[in-house]
């Protein structure tokens, strides 16, 4: 039997409540949702690093940033490493790689050298997309690294390029990424530039609790950022209507994810590299053979286990090195939490269980200098069954030092288990219960 195609629909900087499947009211993606329904949707996806490089690093090898090397944005993923493009390629799959890559050294923004792409075989990609393109104006560089401008919304610019792809490999198995930029602010102008006409269906309209509670640039930004949403759901209609027409629909696999949320400067001074849910969760699903009528996902998955599901799907083996699970094997035992490393902003690390949140920093410690610490202190702890939006942090209280303390044995081991060595913790100072600790942007402060 015909190995089965892969496809991964990489967005980048995408909620999860920006899915319909997760109550979001406004029908922004439409086809995700019905894909999810039909195959198998992820409910409960993190991202195992709210930074764009090291998550990518991350979904390209199986590893913690930590372990691969490439804890923030700016360092090469080392040549060493073993990638998905590796994997699929020594099965006899042809490899392309469609869009934003971020895995080349600091300084590289537009064409990537042949060693720092990851083994891929076609390449179309810019290392820093938002730097080298616009909303209209797309500019990607080939396998000689010259330039290739392609016309129309960029969402479409891709997603073309991307149906090209297919089309051309269309006789052979073939691993495919499209990594687009969207739903990520275009940063010289602070802008979330949606296609024309867009921002104007959802200017004023619904809000995420979060972001109604602790306003940060969500009136300036949101109606954008949901406009691209639309776009991209659009793309992935676009792309399953070109598999149906060239006969490759029920061969093929199909992951949808992304590499981190946005909180829109509610947490810190800019739109991710925190440890809530608005940083950390994000919409993902599978369809394909092997998927179809999965139904939902309930368990904790994290980014980590994507690659070893994606191997473990197509029926190649999965590297002892891979740090995460594969989830067609989710029966045999799953974590009952996913750990998650903060860089750039911080050097933090947390956990997140069903109901609770746990979060260390290390507050002697320069996240873009240092990928660890041998000491951190308490930072936050949330009761997601009681307070889902992360509003009211209950660190230090008196009356949950208990449910603390096993989380910071969880944490312990979880870090170690990432291939880092065992730090000091230092407790939260206790604090009565009365003394409720709520969220500095939510006091209005």
């Known amino acids: 039997m015909k190995r089965p195609n892969i496809i991964v629909f990489f967005t980048d900087q995408q909620r999860w409540d920006t899915s319909g499947l997760h109550g979001n009211p406004l029908d922004l993606t439409p086809n995700f949702d019905r894909l999810a329904r039909q195959g198998t949707h992820v409910a409960h996806s993190f991202t195992c690093q709210p930074v764009c490089g090291p998550a990518r690093a991350c979904l390209q090898t199986g590893l913690y940033p930590t372990m691969v090397g490439c804890y923030r944005n700016g360092i090469a993923l080392p040549p060493t490493a073993r990638t998905l493009a590796h994997h699929f390629r020594a099965a006899g799959y042809t490899t392309g790689y469609i869009g934003k890559w971020h895995l080349a050294q600091h300084g ?107 306003g940060g640039t969500t009136h300036q930004h949101l109606a954008g950022y949901f406009g691209q949403v639309k776009r991209l759901d659009e793309g992935l209609g676009r792309l399953m209507d070109a598999l149906t027409s060239l006969g490759l629909r029920d061969n093929t696999i199909v992951l949808f994810t992304s590499d981190h949320g946005s909180h829109f400067k509610t947490r810190n001074a800019e739109y991710k590299r925190s ?10 699903m599978l369809c394909g053979p092997g998927f179809d009528g999965g139904g939902q996902v309930r368990e904790l998955v994290s980014l980590v286990d994507l690659p070893p599901t994606l191997l473990d799907a197509a029926g190649l083996p999965v590297p002892k090195a891979m740090q995460g699970r594969s989830l067609l094997r989710r029966r045999q035992g799953w974590p009952q939490e996913v750990f998650v490393q903060i860089s750039e902003s911080q050097v933090g690390r947390a956990i997140r269980t069903q109901r609770w949140k746990y979060s260390v920093v290390a507050p002697d410690k320069n996240g873009w200098h240092e990928a660890a610490s041998d000491r951190y202190v308490e930072e936050y702890l949330y009761d ?30 979880r870090m170690v288990a990432a291939g880092e060595k065992k730090p000091i913790v230092e407790p939260a100072p206790v604090r009565p219960s009365g003394q409720r600790r709520i969220s500095p942007a939510a006091a209005g402060q």
């Open 108 to 214: 590289v923004s537009g064409p990537v050298p042949v060693a720092q792409r990851g083994g891929y075989q076609y390449w179309l990609a810019s290392n820093l997309l938002e730097f080298t393109s616009d909303a209209y104006h797309t500019t990607l560089y080939d396998n000689r690294n010259q330039p290739v401008e392609l016309p129309g919304y960029r969402v479409d610019a891709l997603t073309d390029a991307a149906i090209r792809y297919i089309d051309a490999h269309r006789r052979e198995p073939f691993y495919l990424f499209i990594s687009y930029i969207e739903p990520h602010h275009q940063n010289f102008v602070d802008d979330y530039p949606p296609p024309e006409g867009y921002r104007e269906r959802y200017a004023g309209r619904w809000v995420p609790p979060d972001l109604a509670a602790l």
């Open 275 to 284: 440890c809530h849910d608005s940083s950390i969760r994000v919409p993902t």
């Open 384 to 413: 997601l069954w009681h307070d889902p939006y992360e509003l009211e942090n209950l660190i230090g209280l008196e009356s949950h030092r208990e449910v603390t303390a096993v989380l910071r044995r969880r944490l312990l081991r």
